[in-house]
């Protein structure tokens, strides 16, 4: 139950709090220590490649340090630390929020919400339309529901399932599994950061970024199918993925554009369910709110499967 509580905990932060100001947020210091690696160096790919190795696996240890720390004194201190932790790698409603206000500026404003899309999709707006602009919020949307939120919850039910399954005691598997969660968000930070085209150093986060993301991109289109009442959405993705550049962010993105009965498109990239309309405000608004409730069955799932553990 502590694991359960550790989650608890997390999710209530996330309800409450939405995001730890960027002073104190640990992906903001862990960002700064990525930061040297973005320059150019002779021999890019493998500084990328260490870089990639050392700097998640740090993190990890650095967070399940402090939560076993914490555990050591009080089992349920140590669930707290977890959930701190956990909250701390995660983001669900601050994503919510900046979706929900591109999509309402695309109706009265549509500059304004070309320059608010960019703190969400990372394209260049200016000449994008008011569908076009509703679609990359949408899009983004789904595809950070599994970045941002179901691959750490993902990760912490890993570890700290893996250490209870080795008879580990309850302090070791609640370190486990925020170190777990840590260690996705690290990998996820440093792709972000640097796994562009343009950056040879990015090539091996970027990589690892694709591995580590296989399972929470289907976890979380198959969340969105069943929050959205439509479980023949999620096999409808499947006839648009190869399309997409990424290997896994058209499953959630798919899913949610066979859900929402609309079309979700990169101009000059791909489209999803192209026979379909861009989306309105209402069908926009509706997918964000798929979102926000696929997000809460992510919360809920976890919880419910470390507290049967």
């Avoid at 990328?48 to 402090?66: D, E, W």
């Avoid at 343009?198 to 979380?220: F, I, M, N, Y």
């Amino acid at each position: 139950m502590t694991g359960a509580l550790a989650v608890g905990v997390a999710g209530l932060l996330e309800v409450g709090v939405g995001e730890p100001p960027r002073s104190v947020h640990p992906v903001a210091w862990f960002g700064r220590a990525v930061a040297p690696l973005d320059r150019a160096w002779a021999h890019p790919r493998l500084v990328g490649l260490v870089g990639a190795a050392v700097l998640p696996l740090a993190a990890a240890v650095a967070v399940g340090g402090a939560v076993a720390l914490a555990a050591s004194a009080h089992l349920r201190l140590g669930a707290v630390a977890a959930g701190l932790a956990l909250f701390a790698t995660t983001s669900l409603r601050m994503l919510l929020g900046e979706a929900r206000a591109v999509v309402a500026a695309s109706e009265v404003d549509l500059d304004l919400a070309r320059r608010d899309l960019r703190a969400l999709a990372g394209r260049d707006a200016d000449a994008l339309s008011a569908g076009e602009v509703r679609s990359a919020a949408v899009e983004s949307a789904a595809e950070n529901l599994a970045d941002g939120l179901v691959g750490p919850l993902l990760f912490f039910v890993v570890g700290l399932a893996g250490a209870a399954a080795a008879g580990l005691p309850t302090a070791v598997a609640l370190a486990a599994g925020a170190g777990g969660a840590a260690w996705v968000k690290a990998v996820n930070t440093m792709d972000s950061m640097l796994g562009y085209r343009s950056k040879p150093v990015g090539w091996a986060p970027a990589r690892l970024d694709d591995a580590v993301q296989w399972a929470p991109a289907r976890v979380a289109a198959a969340l969105l199918a069943v929050a959205a009442a439509r479980p023949g959405s999620l096999s409808a993705a499947r006839a648009w993925l190869d399309a997409v550049p990424s290997p896994n962010s058209g499953w959630p993105m798919g899913t949610l554009a066979a859900a929402a009965g609309c079309r979700l498109t990169k101009p000059g990239a791909y489209d999803l369910n192209p026979d379909a309309v861009l989306p309105d405000v209402a069908t926009a608004r509706g997918a964000v709110r798929t979102v926000a409730l696929a997000g809460a069955l992510s919360y809920l799932l976890a919880a419910g499967v470390v507290a049967w553990l």
